[in-house]
């Protein structure tokens, strides 16, 4: 009796991510940009200004939409 075996390494059965990677990364990213969120809301505008930065541009800032030039 003759038995096969192949093992496929998870990324490798799709060719991308498995759901489960995704999935996380995005949860990761998310509480990332909500620390980052709560921490740049607690600072002064005076904080915000000396760090180059305005009320408005938290939100760009924390979610990483915001690049400088």
Request: glycine share 10%; charged share 20%; aromatic share 6%.
């Amino acid at each position: 009796m003759t038995t096969l075996s192949h093992t496929l390494a998870p990324s490798s059965a799709s060719g991308t991510k498995g759901f489960g990677a995704g999935l996380f990364g995005k949860l990761a990213a998310y509480r990332h940009a909500a620390k980052t969120l709560k921490a740049l809301e607690a600072l002064s505008d005076r904080e915000l200004a000396d760090i180059g930065l305005n009320r408005s541009d938290i939100t760009d800032v924390a979610y990483g939409r915001m690049t400088r030039a």
